[in-house]
Each structure stands twice: as structure tokens, then as C-alpha cells.
């Protein structure tokens, strides 16, 4: 891997992150998780700053997707902490309301609702849950799509479309919420590579726009080039983590060496 | 003895108003109890999935004939003396509800679980989750079988013949008392059921076409 990977992270930003003083959106301490009595996540600590784009990697069944659905209390944890934008996740669901207001998310199967247009696919949780008066909703989503580059698909129904145009109204979605934190679960894996590129390149647009992005990937490529911070997982553990050029210059590990070597 | 005349085949169709009216207080009144056993075999509370298993379970497991004596002859001896009409629109409301609500949580259960996280990651509570995404998908999945259990419902009605109420099959045996054609006025009362059976099952595959049915 030549050094010209130095320019990882997006131009104009220092890998650490905008700044070391920058806010920490993302705080996940010592957390352990089981599937019955299978340890799934073993001691995993890792933070996310204001703006930043950390992209998690690992083998299948290395606990990535897990630790995802965590941070957004999808899934509870058996131990630890975990603190996003100031919500303590994982401890009852009282502050559910507050989390999800904050805390956008995208899944590999894009779960857009069958039965209602793309607009309505937007509108829905802008009007019943910011309870905004449907024509801002209308105006917001028009917006949205927009940045997704599907102005024109608002009466369309999911069926209608492609899986690529599909994730990138499901991305839509969450962002008309005006989230402070967006986590992307394998994002692209249900799509064939011509579909994937668009996708990844809204994902990279919102990123150039500072969104603070968690993102569980195996497009290795759009890591090394996109994200500001890397974490390698295996066996429930972070085994490896950094500045995006630093880890893929120098990596640590026997395990992670060999991760990127494979070409994933 | 009489001859079989065309009187005899408006009493057989006014009788069968009494059918479709007794299929249509099963259908309301057991749709509203069928809905509530949904929901409650779905709770997260323990204790209401209980009382709604043990109450499809207990009614499921008992023939309908049995519920129609129970609230006809059984309350009158209690000293609740019903018409036979209410008693067997009671009788089959029970029965209807168990029924839907065992298929309706089914349907409900059928709705992918990733909709559920979707909805709850936009922030919508658990009622907007099932009012607004859950049972909207659901309704489409439940269409055909509860149009094809309420086929099962008209016919089912005919066992209100026996305490006496007077629909299509009592009718039947009626003008068959009279008149002793049973060939000719059973197949016109199995004509009329089906009459009233046959759009059912039409409106269902046509409904399922129209809201397609995505998986």
C-alpha cells in the first residue's frame, strides 16, 4: 500500500478529526455483550468526534453490526457504557425519544415502508413525530431527495425502485430528521458494485458536509479514502484502530495485516 | 302437500337476509374482539398474552354448536332469556374472534421485525409503529385469509337453525316440510350460500391484486 494513502480522510481535514478539542458524539466504554452464552462484543471502548467518519471493519461475525445496533439501543448491552450526544444508551428506554431525535439510522435492507411513497417515507416521522405542519415536511423531503439525487422519485412506491435508489431514500429519510449522529449498517451489501457507487457517493457527499458518520463497512476502498478513523474488530474485540493512513500504512497486527492483504 | 312455488323462493331469500345479517354482527363484533386478541398475543405484557392464549385456546377447542346452547339454553336457565338472534350473534362472535385473532397475530407477526426497527429508529412510538407501518402491512397480508374464514362464517350460521332462529337452512327445512322436494330446495339454499360465498372469494383475490401484495 503506497504512501499516497496519506491523503485518506476528506481534504481539507486533519485525520484526527476538525480538531482535538472537538466535541465527542460517540462514547462507547468497556461494552460487553452476549447471545446467550456467546460473548459477542468483549470489552469494546471507541469514540466518534463532531464531524468526524469512522468506518468499523472486520470479518463477518467479528461483532461490528452488533456494536452498531447498540449504539442505538437496537440491541442491550450487558456491560459498559455507552453515551451518544449525551443519552446514556443501553440503560431502560427512557431516553428513547431524546436518542432517536439525535441519532439517524441506515440498514443494509433499507426497510423503506412498502406501503407509502418515497415522499410519505420521509414525511411520515417529520410530521407524527416533529409534528411539523405537512407542507414543511413536503418541503423537507423535496430537500432531501434532492441531495440524494432522486428529486423525481417522491410519488414513486419502494417497489418501484432499484435497491441502489432504494438505500439512498432510506438515507434521505433519516437525514430529514436533521440528525446530529448518522450509523450506516453495511450500507451496500445487498447491492451489486454499480449501484453501490451511488450509494457511496451520497455517503460521501454528507460526509463532506461534516456529518458525523459510524459506519459498518466492507467497501475497504471507500474507508481508506473516506473515513477519518478506522476500527478493526475481530472476535468481539477492537483489535486495531487509528487514523484512517496511519492504520492502513502501519498495521499492528497479524489479523488486520491480513484483513486488508485479502483485497477486501 | 304443497307445490314448490316461486313463494317459496323469496321465503328462502328473505331468510337469507338473516344469514348475511347474522355473518355481518360475526364479522363486526368479531372483528373488534379478534383485533384486541391480536394485540394481545403480540404484548409485550406477559399477562395479556396469557389471558388472549388461554381464551383462543379454551374457544378454538369448543364446537361452535356447543357455544350457541351454552348462551341460548345455558343463560335461560340462568335466568337470561335471549333472543335467538342475539344468542347466536353472541355465540359466533366469540367463535369469530378466537379465530381472527389467531390469524390476524399471525399476519401482524408477519410483518418483518427490520419494520419495526425502521420505525423506531425515525422515533415513532409504539402505537404510531402500529397504526402507521405494522398494521397497514398487515391488513394486506390478513385480506385473504380473513375473506376466506368469513366463507367458513356464512356457512357457519346455519347452525343457528338449531335454537331456532330462522335463516337460510332453517327456512330450508321449513319450505321442506311443506312442500318434501329436499333435492330441490337444499340445492337452492346450497345456491344461495354460495351466491353470497362465491363474491367473497373473488373480492379477496381481486383486494390482494389491488393492494399488492408485496411479499
Not at chain 1, 427512557?94 to 426497510?111: K, T, W
Request: with cysteine; net charge positive.
Amino acid at each position: 500500500m503506497s504512501q499516497d494513502s496519506a491523503v485518506a480522510g476528506r481534504p481539507g481535514r486533519d485525520p484526527d478529526g476538525p480538531a482535538n478539542a472537538s466535541e465527542v458524539v460517540v462514547s462507547v466504554q468497556g461494552v460487553t455483550k452476549y447471545f446467550g452464552p456467546l460473548k459477542v462484543l468483549d470489552g469494546v471502548s471507541l469514540e466518534v468526534r463532531q464531524g468526524q467518519l469512522v468506518a468499523i471493519v472486520g470479518r463477518s461475525g467479528s461483532g461490528k453490526s452488533t456494536l452498531l445496533r447498540c449504539m442505538n439501543g437496537l440491541e442491550p448491552i450487558q456491560g459498559g457504557r455507552i453515551v451518544i450526544c449525551g443519552h446514556d444508551v443501553g440503560i431502560g428506554k427512557s431516553n428513547r425519544a431524546e436518542l432517536r431525535r439525535d441519532v439517524g439510522m441506515v440498514f443494509q435492507s433499507y426497510n423503506l415502508f412498502p406501503h407509502f411513497t418515497v415522499e410519505r417515507n420521509i414525511t411520515l416521522a417529520l410530521t407524527l413525530v416533529k409534528k411539523n405542519p405537512k407542507a414543511e415536511a413536503a418541503r423537507i423531503a423535496a430537500e432531501v431527495l434532492a441531495l440524494v439525487g432522486l428529486a423525481d422519485k417522491s410519488s414513486a412506491y419502494p417497489e418501484q425502485l432499484s435497491g441502489g435508489q432504494q438505500q439512498r431514500v432510506a438515507i434521505a429519510r433519516s437525514l430529514a430528521l436533521s440528525p446530529q449522529v448518522m450509523l450506516f449498517d453495511e450500507v451496500t451489501s445487498a447491492l451489486d458494485p454499480e449501484l453501490t457507487v451511488e450509494v457511496l457517493k451520497v455517503m460521501e457527499d454528507l460526509a463532506q458536509r461534516g456529518m458525523t458518520m459510524v459506519l459498518v463497512t466492507h467497501e475497504m476502498a471507500f474507508a481508506r479514502r473516506v473515513a477519518d478513523q478506522v476500527v478493526f474488530m475481530h472476535k468481539g474485540k477492537v483489535w486495531e484502530s487509528g487514523p484512517t493512513a496511519q492504520v492502513f500504512a502501519h498495521p499492528t497486527t497479524a489479523e488486520f495485516t491480513q484483513f486488508i492483504g485479502t483485497g477486501l | 302437500m304443497n307445490q314448490f312455488t316461486s313463494v317459496h323462493v323469496i321465503y328462502l331469500l328473505e331468510a337469507a337476509r338473516w344469514t348475511l345479517l347474522l355473518s355481518l354482527i360475526a364479522l363486526a363484533g368479531g372483528g373488534v374482539l379478534g383485533l384486541a386478541l391480536a394485540l394481545g398475543r403480540v404484548s409485550r405484557l406477559r399477562i395479556l398474552r396469557g389471558l388472549a392464549i388461554a381464551y383462543i385456546q379454551i374457544v378454538q377447542g369448543t364446537p361452535l354448536l356447543v357455544l350457541l346452547f351454552l348462551s341460548y339454553f345455558g343463560l335461560s336457565l340462568a335466568g337470561y332469556r335471549l333472543d335467538p338472534l342475539v344468542a347466536a350473534g353472541l355465540s359466533l362472535t366469540f367463535y369469530v374472534g378466537a379465530f381472527l385473532g389467531e390469524i390476524w397475530r399471525g399476519c401482524i407477526e408477519a410483518v418483518p421485525r427490520t419494520q419495526w426497527e425502521a420505525s423506531d429508529c425515525l422515533g415513532l412510538n409504539r402505537f404510531q409503529q402500529y397504526t402507521h407501518v405494522i398494521l397497514p402491512q398487515a391488513v394486506r397480508i390478513a385480506t385473504a385469509p380473513t375473506v376466506g374464514f368469513m366463507v367458513q362464517v356464512v356457512k357457519n350460521t346455519s347452525l343457528a337453525s338449531i335454537i331456532g332462529f330462522v335463516e337460510l337452512t332453517r327456512a330450508g327445512q321449513i319450505v321442506n316440510n311443506s312442500t318434501f322436494q329436499p333435492f330441490l330446495v337444499f340445492l337452492i339454499v346450497a345456491a344461495i350460500y354460495f351466491a353470497i360465498c362465491y363474491p367473497l372469494s373473488v373480492a379477496s383475490r381481486v383486494l390482494e391484486r389491488k393492494l399488492h401484495v408485496a411479499r
